[in-house]
Nanobody
Framework: QVQLVESGGGLVQAGGSLRLSCKASGGTFSHYTMAWFRQAPGKEREFVAAIRWSGGSTVSTDSVKGRFTISRDNAKNTVYLQMSSLKPEDTAVYYC?????????????????WGQGTQVTVSS
């Protein structure tokens, strides 16, 4: 069983930056494709970015391209989401997810494990 714990959320002004972290435990981290999703109030959970377990290739949704970067440190069992040029529409609870030997899918059902989420609020 893999446990995921997110951190790094908070309140930031538009145009600012935040770095989210997600630390994993209970599994072989390097075997997991990791992803970030987000969910705004009243909206469905949406894909943000993913990084593959093998090779480290990444994908991200169009709305964050050029602003958000996903990365991982297998030695620290941690995946990061560096967010810059933040906009009020980025306000959401951000969730970390893991899929063992998975592809970089944007579908929630592809991922077996989820964290509890961290709140990101961007003020205008």
């Amino acid at each position: 069983q893999v446990q995921l714990v997110e951190s790094g959320g908070g309140l930031v002004q538009a145009g600012g930056s935040l770095r989210l972290s997600c630390k994993a435990s209970g599994g072989t981290f390097s075997h997991y494709t990791m992803a970030w999703f987000r969910q705004a109030p009243g909206k469905e959970r949406e894909f943000v970015a993913a990084i593959r377990w093998s090779g480290g290739s990444t994908v991200s949704t169009d709305s964050v391209k050029g602003r958000f970067t996903i990365s991982r440190d297998n030695a620290k069992n941690t995946v990061y989401l560096q967010m810059s040029s933040l906009k009020p529409e980025d306000t959401a609870v951000y969730y970390c997810a893991a899929a063992r030997f998975g592809d970089t899918s944007s579908r929630t059902y592809h991922y077996d494990y989820w964290g509890q989420g961290t709140q990101v609020t961007v003020s205008s």
